[in-house]
């Protein structure tokens, strides 16, 4: 039980003040009220893709439950209330470990265990080819194998959540058709598969489309293509990284348009040297990267991505920034439509769990400026 307290704010959407009373960690009303100051108050923030921040990293083989304790309280102080940590193609023998580590941070961390719904799982069946594959290890790609996801789940005690694939794999659809009935949502990312087999794979059960419009050649027919396929297909949501470097506003704002607001989210695909300052580094994946001061990570000495740099509350901005969204707009694809995949969280509304968040931001501004981050009704110390 936690005592009850009223938080106030002004609306993202109305603009008009508000009071939001929780009671027991979650929302017990919302009403219009008087406020003192011109901080907004809005959903905490829900994040299906990160994998790492700052020097903390999902992926570099030694995952420790401390280090996503660290990594949760740092998500949650600029306003991620809700995150998936994410591990990308391995060994089995490294996901198995990573996986369990994750499973003990949910029971010794009370943090950890409010903030993380579920894992994501990206990879290994992604294709193979240059582009597509991404940052992804050609070495640990392989074929989607529904025995090692049971061995996955048997180490994660049930917590992987939502796995990306590339569905033109032999096997992909029965797959996922497998997972859907085990209530595991499915994404698409990675891929060069055909717009047939793109649908057939919605047609299985897969929901979601992983970082559209990135993990994917440079080149591309103009038409017809999985991108284009994914953007028509209306059963499937589409994930978006709005940092300014994955990708251009005018191809954002189309994209958006063609998804429409209801099927896209925002994710921010952070990478552990997200954060870091400017300077060369050595990346568990990737090799040599370089951080630029925008917080740009390029493959050392070329153009080319090396992960992404920015967190949710760069990316809303984003999408404000490059996109033109209304701010209530743009925070929707970082709440309540993420949050409809992790249990019906990001809302604002009696009955929600009470994960809040106060900030300031004016368009033009590179990212929401926290003040206050609660999770399930608890203020996170920053």
């Known amino acids: 039980m936690t005592a009850g307290r009223a938080i106030f704010g002004r609306d993202p959407s109305s603009g008009l003040g508000i009071r939001v009373d929780v009671e027991d960690g979650r929302i017990a009303a919302v009403a219009a009220a008087e406020v003192a100051d011109d901080a907004w108050l809005a959903a905490g923030l829900v994040d299906l893709q990160v994998n790492g921040y700052a020097g903390l990293d999902l992926n570099d083989g030694a995952l420790r439950p401390d280090t996503l304790a660290a990594l949760a309280r740092l998500l949650a102080a600029r306003g991620t209330t809700t995150f998936a940590p994410t591990l990308i193609t391995a060994s089995e023998a490294t996901l198995v470990a ?16 409010n903030m993380v719904p579920f894992i994501h799982v990206e990879g290994p069946a992604v294709s193979r080819e240059d582009g597509a594959r991404g940052a992804h290890p050609l070495a640990h790609v392989r074929a989607p194998d529904i025995d090692e996801f049971r061995r996955w789940q048997d180490a994660a005690g049930g917590l992987v959540g939502l796995v990306t694939l590339a569905p033109e794999w032999p096997g992909a659809i029965e797959y996922i058709e497998a997972l859907c009935r085990q209530g595991v949502h499915v994404a698409l990312g990675h891929t060069m598969a055909s717009p047939e087999r793109i649908h057939e794979a919605a047609e299985a059960g897969a929901r979601l489309s992983t970082h559209l419009g990135n993990g994917a050649p440079a080149m591309l027919p103009r038409h017809p293509n999985f991108i284009w396929a ?14 300014g470097h994955h990708l251009p506003g005018d191809t954002l704002k189309a994209m958006l348009g063609a998804k ?8 921010s695909d952070a990478a552990a040297l997200g954060g870091m300052p400017p300077g060369r580094y050595r990346s568990a994946i990737g090799g040599e990267v370089d951080v630029a001061e925008s917080g740009r990570l ?11 740099g920015c967190l949710l509350d760069q990316n809303v901005a984003g999408a404000v920034n490059l996109a033109g969204l209304p701010l209530g707009e743009a925070l929707r694809l970082a709440s309540s439509n993420p949050g409809a995949f992790a249990g019906g969280r990001g809302r604002l509304e009696p009955g929600a769990r009470a994960d809040l968040v106060r900030f300031r931001f004016e368009p033009g501004q590179p990212a929401l400026q926290m003040l206050q981050s609660f999770v399930a009704g608890e203020e996170v110390s920053r």
């Open 230 to 243: 994914q953007l028509a297909d209306d059963r499937l949501t589409a994930s978006f990284i709005a940092d």
């Open 298 to 308: 390029s493959v050392a000495g070329t153009p080319y991505l090396a992960g992404a």
């Open 260 to 267: 429409t607001l209801a099927r896209a989210i925002l994710v």
């Open 98 to 113: 990573a996986l369990g580590a994750v499973a003990e941070a949910r029971r010794e961390h009370d943090l950890v265990r």
